[in-house]
């Protein structure tokens, strides 16, 4: 898998018509439901950063039941933006 576009991409509501994605390329929305998505697809890149930090720094980390869990599921989630797991 090559490597997903670099951040940061940035949100732009058009009024009227699409929502756009804007970083190496443009990606349009075309239906005002996908606001949402839009804003969460444009900060994918700071949250992947933001986990992998997370894990950096807490690796090890063991939760009050003994589990593990918090830390599991941000490896899954990292592993999946990287098109693993």
């Known amino acids: 898998m090559s ?3 670099p951040g940061p ?3 732009e509501p058009a009024p009227h018509r699409a929502h756009w994605i804007l970083g190496v390329t443009s990606v349009a929305l075309t239906t005002m439901p ?3 998505n839009a804003r969460l697809i444009a900060a994918a890149p700071a ?3 933001a986990l992998e930090s997370m894990v950096e720094r807490f690796d090890g980390f063991v939760e009050h039941d003994g589990s593990t869990l918090s830390i599991d599921m941000a490896r899954a989630a990292i592993a999946k933006a990287k098109g693993g797991g």
């Open 47 to 49: 949250l992947l950063v």
């Open 9 to 11: 991409w940035r949100f």
């Open 34 to 36: 996908n606001e949402a």
């Open 3 to 5: 490597a997903h576009t």
